[in-house]
């Protein structure tokens, strides 16, 4: 315990001795907890790191990723600090899950999340103990349908709980351990859920029952993905026009079109400090990730029969700046210079 204690801030502790207090599920009092985490990409790495670092030193996380050079890496930089959970190298998706009480996924895309899943839902596992009360959270992005889907065989086979907790705050925030969560679970699971996702970010939205947290991840995308192309259209148009960019930004953010992209991601360069657009578009929400996530808002709107007038329009736009030598791998108001403003 004593590594983490020391770290830790008075409100982040007392969630972890509630955490602590909600595992006696585990298994007898006071038995030290087993973690799973699959998918140590971008986001999932930094995440496990600070929950590796978070959990007391008689805690293990077991983790697992196809991509042996990132297992190395976080066993290296783990090894390095010497401190938090005990790290193992799970053999196997199941291998990584199969004794946890805890298993997070963060994964890329829907066929990712049920290849995985249906990996550890295969057979029977052998501490049926636990099956009852295991929980599964992922914290992927994908579509509301899919994470039911995935959620519904966790159910049926009686291998656990599936909740799903999106996030938003990027690698910035995977890393600082800001990440704003958006949970869909039942009400009962809430209290066990938001303190683990705590040791990886600062904010806990419940959106509602199993899939809500989907939902409102890809709305509120939905909207920035418009809101993007609006703001570099809307730049554009006006320096055309003559108008002095910084004035332009200015005027539009204490207007009726301020929104996130106008304010804090202006894709004019010199307009807002600190954004991707003063430094080539580079870091930032990439464009790949705008599309993919405008994709699954536009499936789950097919799938609720919600009408979307710009949504095929908007996909378009990002799959051309995609694809385009300038634009490519640049975060997404680089749809700026696909537009051909002025830089
Ligand atoms: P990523 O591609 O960097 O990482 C995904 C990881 O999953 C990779 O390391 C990959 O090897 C691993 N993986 C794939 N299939 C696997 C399998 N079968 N078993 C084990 N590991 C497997 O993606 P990311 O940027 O970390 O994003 C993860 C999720 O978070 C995505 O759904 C993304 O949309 C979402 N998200 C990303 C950001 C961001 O800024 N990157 C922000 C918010 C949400």
Redesign the pocket.
């Known amino acids: 315990m004593h590594s983490y204690v020391r770290i830790t801030p008075p409100l982040v502790r007392s969630l972890l001795r509630s955490a602590a207090q909600q595992r006696s599920f585990s298994a007898s009092a006071g038995r030290p907890a087993q973690w799973g985490f699959?998918?140590?990409?971008?986001?999932?790495f930094n995440m496990a790191k600070n929950l590796q670092k978070k959990l007391p030193s008689t805690d293990t996380i077991r983790i697992?990723?196809?991509?042996t050079a990132?297992i190395q890496k976080f066993v290296d930089e783990t090894k390095a600090t010497g401190s938090g959970a005990a790290v193992e190298v799970a053999g196997s998706?199941r291998d990584a899950s199969e004794n946890a009480e805890t298993t997070i996924t963060?994964?890329?895309?829907p066929s990712?999340v049920k290849?995985?899943f249906s990996s550890i839902l295969k057979e029977p596992m052998s501490s049926d103990a636990l099956s009852t009360e295991r929980l599964f959270i992922d914290?992927?992005?994908?579509d509301p349908a899919s994470s039911r889907e995935v959620a519904n065989a966790v159910h049926s086979t009686e291998r656990g709980r599936f909740v799903d907790a999106?996030?938003?705050?990027?690698?910035v925030g995977a890393t600082a351990g800001t990440l704003t969560f958006m949970l869909g679970a039942p009400e009962a699971l809430v209290s066990r859920v938001e303190p683990i996702l705590l040791l990886m970010g600062k904010k806990v939205l419940h959106c509602g029952e199993q899939g809500a947290g989907l939902s409102g991840k890809l709305a509120n995308n939905y909207l920035l993905a418009i809101n993007n192309i609006a703001t570099c259209e809307a730049m554009n148009l006006g320096i055309s026009w003559g108008l002095d960019p910084k004035v332009l930004g200015n005027l539009i953010n204490i207007s009726t079109g301020k929104c996130w992209p106008s304010e804090v991601n202006n894709p004019v360069k010199g307009v807002v400090e600190g954004a991707p657009a003063g430094r080539d578009y580079s870091g930032g929400?990439?464009v790949s990730?705008m599309k993919?996530?405008l994709g699954l808002a536009i499936l789950a709107a097919e799938e609720s029969g919600a009408k979307l007038e710009l949504a095929t329009r908007a996909h378009e736009v990002y799959t051309s700046t995609e694809k385009d030598e300038r634009c490519k791998g640049k975060d997404f108001s680089v749809v700026y210079r696909y537009l051909g403003g002025v830089e």
């Open positions: 699959i998918g140590l990409g971008q986001m999932g697992y990723d196809i991509n990132a998706i963060v994964l890329p895309e990712h290849n995985v914290c992927s992005t994908i999106p996030m938003s705050g990027g690698v929400f990439g990730l993919k996530d």
